[in-house]
């Protein structure tokens, strides 16, 4: 048993889309979240840069009483993930590989896939699907705007609609069957990316085999939260938290307390 917390973060809101996972599927464990509100997004930044604000954010989680370290960004876990686990250890989960592993299952022939610039500069889920598969073809599209639409709040209406249309059709066109979701942001858009798909591929959202993963290790690690007290989570950014608490109620349909830290003081 560990009654520590679950250390979670993102660029911005993106990660919550993961936290809903957790409260689902490990409904006893408690999470402290930091959302890098004033740097977001992180997609169009140098990689140094994402590595030197990924490790400044599990320096903060590190103080906060944390048992494992959840990189809910497609991003920092392409570009940092290893440079983190050198340095701090090795109870740190990125998305990419459960991810790949869901895509896979679920892919006839035709894979899309949309993430920010950096995740699709990177090829990085090229790689690892060409590793593991060779007869897949695989599309891929970077969507930096849809982060932006989120980070402002602007989800469920006709901007979103639009630009998810003006991402994905491309996509459709291609004859994909399965849509790899390869950004934690992008399930905030899933209305809008269901209508641009016609509702005719299958959609991929990363977070739920993250957390498959992450279960399997608390229990093997013998480190499952055994209260029954209700969890409490603690929400924290380093910017503004006006649109972090809009989106947080569209996705958990509560409102939420949120606390501001100085992430440049770690
Ligand atoms: N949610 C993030 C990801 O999964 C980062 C988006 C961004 O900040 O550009 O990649």
Same mark, same amino acid.
């Given at each position: 048993?560990?009654?520590?917390?679950i250390?979670?973060?993102?660029?911005?809101?993106?990660?919550?889309?993961?936290?809903?996972?957790?409260?689902?599927? *490990?409904?006893?464990?408690?999470v402290?979240y930091?959302?890098?509100?004033?740097?977001?997004?992180?997609?169009?930044?140098?990689?140094?840069?994402?590595?030197?604000?990924?490790?400044?954010?599990?320096?903060?989680?590190?103080?906060?009483?944390?048992?494992?370290?959840?990189?809910?960004?497609?991003?920092?876990?392409?570009?940092? *993930?290893e440079?983190?686990?050198k340095e701090?250890?090795?109870?740190?989960?990125g998305?990419?590989e459960?991810g790949?592993?869901?895509a896979?299952?679920?892919?006839?022939?035709?894979?899309?896939?949309?993430?920010?610039?950096?995740?699709i500069?990177?090829k990085?889920?090229?790689?690892i699907?060409?590793?593991?598969?060779?007869?897949?073809?695989?599309?891929?599209?970077?969507?930096?705007?849809l982060?932006?639409?989120?980070?402002e709040?602007?989800?469920d209406?006709?901007i979103?609609d639009?630009?998810?249309?003006?991402?994905?059709?491309?996509l459709?066109?291609?004859?994909?069957?399965?849509?790899?979701?390869?950004?934690?942001?992008?399930?905030?858009?899933k209305?809008?990316?269901?209508?641009?798909?016609?509702?005719?591929v299958?959609?991929?959202?990363?977070?739920?085999?993250?957390?498959?993963?992450?279960k399997? *290790? *608390?229990?093997?690690?013998?480190m499952?939260?055994?209260?029954?007290?209700?969890?409490i989570?603690?929400?924290y950014?380093?910017?503004?938290s006006?649109?972090?608490?809009?989106?947080?109620?569209?996705i958990?349909?509560?409102?939420?307390?949120?606390?501001?830290?100085?992430?440049?003081?770690?």
């Amino acid at each position: 048993m560990d009654n520590r917390r679950i250390g979670v973060f993102d660029s911005g809101v993106g990660g919550l889309t993961v936290v809903a996972e957790i409260s689902k599927q *490990l409904p006893n464990e408690e999470v402290v979240y930091f959302g890098d509100t004033a740097r977001a997004p992180y997609g169009s930044r140098h990689e140094d840069t994402i590595t030197f604000f990924s490790k400044q954010i599990v320096r903060f989680l590190q103080t906060q009483n944390v048992k494992v370290i959840v990189v809910a960004c497609n991003t920092a876990t392409i570009t940092s *993930l290893e440079h983190i686990k050198k340095e701090f250890g090795s109870h740190i989960l990125g998305v990419v590989e459960p991810g790949v592993i869901s895509a896979l299952e679920t892919t006839k022939s035709k894979i899309g896939i949309i993430g920010t610039q950096a995740t699709i500069k990177s090829k990085a889920y090229e790689k690892i699907i060409r590793n593991k598969r060779q007869d897949i073809e695989i599309f891929t599209k970077a969507c930096p705007l849809l982060v932006q639409l989120i980070e402002e709040g602007l989800i469920d209406n006709e901007i979103a609609d639009m630009t998810c249309k003006h991402y994905v059709e491309p996509l459709i066109k291609n004859g994909i069957d399965t849509l790899f979701l390869a950004c934690t942001h992008f399930p905030i858009h899933k209305k809008s990316i269901l209508k641009a798909t016609n509702e005719k591929v299958t959609i991929i959202d990363p977070a739920i085999k993250t957390i498959q993963s992450l279960k399997i *290790l *608390l229990e093997k690690e013998n480190m499952l939260r055994l209260e029954t007290n209700k969890p409490i989570n603690e929400l924290y950014v380093s910017g503004s938290s006006l649109n972090f608490k809009k989106i947080y109620k569209a996705i958990n349909k509560e409102e939420c307390v949120v606390k501001t830290v100085e992430i440049e003081n770690y």
